[in-house]
Each structure stands twice: as structure tokens, then as C-alpha cells.
């Protein structure tokens, strides 16, 4: 399969007719090194408001959530339906808070998460088994030797009164111009945009040692596109730089306003299906019908992150069946295909793979409709033996280079007409 220099040409000159249609967002230049995920979120904590602890009180008529803070905070909150969430809204905080934190519940709240929601906003979401009410929210001021709290008090309600006060959905907004870049822009270098899955509040899957996926997605990443950057031939973006949040269709907009040519969503999930015996690398591409249970399972796990995080879903687009986005979205489909086999390809020589390691399902973060994109699971920190190679700086460094390797042979082409530039083989 030969892959013209700019596949979409055509299709996209047409979608500028359908611009209505646009995902457009801004630009996020997130070039540059890095620091590691841990060492920045230490700095950037420097100075912050501090929890230094969080606990529930009460029973299943009225609970009590109180968080001891170093010093009184602004706050928000408000409430989500399906599920019933209660979404608690800070400016940035340090969470010194103990492993497993939030993981059981008490009363009214089941369970509750936190973390870094967006620049300058940490997030607190607790989940309810039932509607319920804020009956009493407000600051306490340190005393003696007494920290500041914030404490809110939940009672019951009804599903009516619930749904009347939770949050309303914001209003569509078309765009009144394309989102992707001009000509002259795109007839550069190819751009990758590696997108490190889930962070800030949604920790995504957790090993049995403790070790997190949004720390080795965002590891790997980093380590990824240092790689691809080192022969020149690309410029790589990462769609978060920190151990922050972004919402699955936000990931897409990014790399669509960076005029990404592909996109690469790196994961280390965990399965509940054969947690033992599933190991080894795989890589997903976007499809209406799971080609297997583990990845159906696997994109639901992922299509809930918005939600994990508190996110009002209810607003979100339906799907677009205009004529001009299917052909773009058939043509993406194929080059999305032809990265993946490569990819396997690639891969299968570094490591190990799991069986019939191409597979499909409905992945949201996969759904721009001319962008060739795939999502990569490392290993499954479900497995022992995965989560100790995801921790490993020489398994890293192969798989690294095999997914380099693979990048090279799909724009294989197109590198070789560029001046100055030969086929990576």
C-alpha cells in the first residue's frame, strides 16, 4: 500500500463545506522536553494549598464528606445524574492523602476519587447510590491546632428534585472555520501527536503492586517522542505533558488543531476477562462492533474516563452521517489499518503479543473522522508479569524503538519525497 503524501486532500477540501461539523478547538503547543511526571507534579505543588485529610461520617439518611486543608480554599460544587455524582471543584491542591484513599464509601457516598482536573483546578468526585441534595456546604477556618475543613452535608432526594438541580448541558457552538492547518503549514514534516491515556483524576487501571497507568502511559509517551524526534523527520506533540486530566473528545481536538497526520493513544490497561492468562502488547483500531469481548471491555473501561471524572456526557454530539465525513472516515479507516499491521508487525519482533494482537472496538478517543489513529495497550497491569516489564527501562527502550520503527515504515513514502529526507527501514 503506497501512502500519497497528504491522503485527505480532497476529502477535506469538501469537509470545509461541512465546517458546521468541525471539532474545532485551540491550538496547544506542547513541544519541548519534559521532566518527569513525578518531578513536575512535586514542583509545581510548591506553594499549593494542601489536603492532608479526608474522610466520611454519618449514615445512609444524612452523610458528612470533610477534607482537612492547610489553609480555606474557594470552592464549587454541583451534581451529575447517571450515575449520581457530586462534583467538588477546587483551585489546585497537593493531595497528601494515603493510598487507596476514596476507594470505599460510607452512607450516602459508595466511593469518591480526586486529582489534578485541568491548569490551576483539582476536582473531587464522589459517587451516590441514589439522589441525593447538598443540605449544608461551607469553610472552616483553622483553629489552634485544627486545619481548615471544608465540610458538606448530603441528604436524600428524589430523582425529580435531583435531576432539576444538576448541571444543565452547555449549548452547542458551530465552528465558523476548518480546525485543521493551512497548506503551507502541513507540507512540513509529518505530525505525530502521542496522546498518554487518562491522568489528573482518572487514574485509569491500577496493578497489583500499585503501579498506575496514567504514570506509564505518560512515561511511556515521553520516552516515545524523544525517540521519534531524534532523526528529525517529524514533529511530535504529546497531548498532556503533566499528570492532568483531558477529556476523551478534547484529546482529539488537540491533535486535530496540530494538523496531527496520525495519532497514537498509549495505554496499559487491566481486564477482568482472563486477567491472568491475557499478556503482552496489542493495538486497537476504531470499529462500531468489538472484534472480541476483552475489546469491548477494554473500550468501555476507556469511554467512561469522561465520566470517572465527572464529566456532563448529556451534550455530547451525535453521530454525523453526512456523506462528505463518511468518505473522509472510510479513507481514514484504511490508513488507520495500515499503521496497526505495521505496528504489529513491528512490535511482535520486540515483544511479546497477545493473541490476534489488531483488534477493534468503539473507541472514543479514536473517532476523528480524518486522522489516522490507533490505540496501543502496552501490556496489562492486570498481569503480574506486564506490570513488572511497564516499570522496565530496557523493555521501554525496545518497545519504544519498535513503534518508532513502525511510524517510519507508514510515512515511508512520503519522507522520501521530501528533500533531504530517505526511507527509515
Known amino acids: 500500500m503506497t501512502l500519497p503524501a497528504r491522503p ?5 477540501a469538501m469537509l470545509a463545506i461541512a465546517a458546521a461539523f468541525s471539532l474545532a478547538g485551540p491550538s496547544y503547543a506542547v513541544d519541548g522536553n519534559v521532566a518527569s511526571d513525578e518531578a513536575k507534579a512535586e514542583n509545581a505543588s510548591i506553594g499549593k494549598p494542601v489536603v492532608s485529610d479526608a474522610r466520611l461520617a454519618g449514615d445512609g439518611a444524612r452523610t458528612r464528606f470533610i477534607l482537612d486543608l492547610s489553609e480555606p480554599v474557594a ?9 449520581y455524582r457530586l462534583i467538588i471543584d477546587l483551585p489546585e491542591v497537593r493531595f497528601d492523602l494515603p493510598e ?10 459508595s466511593a469518591w476519587r480526586y486529582g489534578l482536573f485541568a491548569a490551576g483546578k483539582s476536582r473531587i468526585v464522589l459517587d451516590a447510590g441514589e439522589p441525593v441534595a447538598v443540605d449544608k456546604s461551607f469553610i472552616l477556618p483553622p483553629v489552634d491546632n485544627q486545619p481548615a475543613r471544608l465540610v458538606i452535608d448530603l441528604v436524600k432526594t428524589s430523582r425529580e428534585a435531583f435531576l432539576a438541580n444538576a ?4 449549548p452547542a457552538v458551530a465552528s465558523t472555520k476548518g480546525d485543521r492547518l493551512d497548506d503551507k ?3 512540513g514534516r509529518p505530525v505525530v501527536v502521542i496522546d498518554p491515556g487518562h491522568g489528573g483524576i482518572d487514574t485509569g487501571a491500577t496493578g497489583a503492586n500499585g503501579t498506575l497507568e496514567k504514570a506509564v502511559a505518560l512515561d511511556f509517551a515521553i520516552l516515545l517522542k524523544r525517540k521519534l524526534e531524534e532523526g528529525g523527520r517529524y514533529d511530535v506533540h504529546l497531548t498532556r505533558e503533566t499528570d492532568m486530566f483531558i477529556p476523551l473528545r478534547e484529546r482529539v481536538k488537540i491533535a486535530r488543531s496540530l494538523g496531527a497526520d496520525l495519532f497514537v493513544s498509549v495505554h496499559a490497561d487491566s481486564v ?7 499478556r503482552g502488547a496489542s493495538v486497537y483500531t476504531l470499529s462500531e462492533k468489538a472484534s472480541d469481548a476483552v475489546a469491548a471491555e477494554l473500550a468501555e473501561r476507556e469511554n467512561r474516563s469522561d465520566v470517572i471524572a465527572g464529566i456532563d456526557l448529556s451534550h455530547e454530539p451525535t453521530a454525523v452521517t453526512d456523506i462528505l465525513i463518511d468518505l473522509a472516515r472510510r479513507e481514514t479507516k484504511n490508513f488507520s489499518i495500515f499503521f496497526a499491521r505495521n505496528l504489529v508487525e513491528e512490535l511482535q519482533s520486540a515483544a511479546k503479543v497477545i ?3 489488531h483488534r477493534s472496538a468503539g473507541f472514543r478517543v479514536l473517532e476523528a473522522h480524518d486522522m489516522p489513529s490507533a490505540l496501543v495497550e502496552l501490556g496489562y497491569l492486570s498481569n ?11 523493555w521501554r527502550e525496545r518497545m519504544s524503538s519498535a513503534i518508532a520503527a513502525a511510524v517510519d515504515r507508514f510515512f515511508g513514502p512520503r519522507l522520501v519525497q521530501r528533500q533531504g529526507f530517505r526511507t527509515a527501514q
Request: proline share 6%; hydrophobic share 35%.
Open 167 to 170: 448541571l444543565k448541558p452547555a
Open 185 to 187: 503549514r502541513r507540507a
Open 272 to 278: 477482568r476477562i482472563g486477567k491472568n492468562e491475557v
Open 384 to 394: 503480574k508479569l506486564d506490570e513488572k516489564l511497564l516499570t522496565s527501562d530496557e
Open 100 to 109: 487507596g484513599t476514596g476507594a470505599s464509601g460510607r452512607g450516602l457516598v
Open 75 to 83: 470552592f464549587t460544587h454541583a451534581t451529575l445524574a447517571d450515575p
Open 355 to 357: 493473541k490476534n494482537p
Open 8 to 12: 485527505f486532500r480532497f476529502a477535506l
